[in-house]
């Protein structure tokens, strides 16, 4: 790894909206440079602490861009605030610190992380580019839709991950309520969706969904499917051509929308 240029990373520490102290992971480009804005790839999940090697983190700010890893706190019966109330005020923390071209704003997620995502998207116009990989966005279809898992996904959604803190039957609204899909017609940022065939965890059709939605609306979206893929879609894919293409197609999408960010400003 001594050919290997990596980027140094870290913490930082900021007040989410409800003035919660929250902690964030910050990756900086290798040779970054004092004083300029750096597009920034914001990857979202839970709470982040360690800034340690990040395999994701490497691979963004390799590009040159900066890779943050902002924390939420969530709150049971009302999980789909966390990500508008904790990442929003983590980036606004760093630009202004003078290092982000807020122009040239990314999201990233995978699993519980990519289901933030699509949440994310429906509550804010901020980024110019989101990726959701291998995360649901219907958690009704959600609960029945995985044969493998069945009895399980009931569990995660009342009492786990999901934090929904009811069953679908006791509080149907809040089932809803934390559906993207339900409100797709409110997404603006350009969707890059990516699932694997073989997914066990969040089958391909439940994100799927999302994009029939979003085609059906006239919003920009790609949905890519991985044949012989699982849970992290090309990540998790059979072969090293799967991986590459994963992370082609990531770096790609962000790129694209950047540029065109920054030229709809010089319009503007």
Do not use: C
Request: zero cysteines; aromatic letters at 12%.
């Amino acid at each position: 790894l001594d050919a290997v240029a990596f980027g140094k990373s870290e913490l930082v520490e900021y007040l989410d909206v409800d003035g919660t102290r929250l902690y964030g992971v910050l990756h900086y480009p290798p040779g970054y440079e004092p004083g300029k804005k750096y597009p920034l790839v914001a990857e979202i999940y839970e709470t982040f602490f360690d800034n340690g090697y990040n395999e994701n983190m490497q691979l963004v700010t390799a590009r040159g861009w900066l890779g943050f890893r902002p924390s939420v706190d969530l709150e049971i019966g009302y999980p789909g605030e966390a990500w508008l109330k904790g990442v929003t005020p983590a980036i606004n923390t760093l630009i202004g610190r003078g290092l982000v071209d807020e122009k040239q704003l990314g999201v990233y997620g995978q699993s519980y992380g990519g289901y933030a995502v699509n949440l994310l998207v429906t509550q804010t116009e901020r980024f110019a580019a989101a990726v959701n990989v291998s995360g649901k966005v219907n958690i009704v279809s959600f609960l029945g839709d995985s044969e493998k898992i069945t009895t399980r996904n009931y569990n995660a959604a009342e009492e786990g991950q999901d934090r929904i803190g009811a069953t679908l039957w006791e509080q149907p609204q809040k089932y809803w309520a934390h559906s993207a899909v339900m409100y797709a017609d409110r997404i603006k940022t350009p969707l890059l969706l990516m699932t694997g065939q073989g997914d066990w965890n969040v089958p391909a059709t439940n994100t799927r969904e999302m994009y029939y939605a979003l085609r059906r609306l006239g919003k920009e979206v790609v949905w890519v499917n991985y044949m012989k893929a699982g849970h992290g879609a090309g990540r998790a894919g059979a072969s090293e051509d799967d991986f590459r293409d994963h992370w082609a197609r990531i770096v790609e999408w962000y790129d694209t929308h950047f540029k065109k960010a920054v030229e709809r400003k010089g319009e503007g």
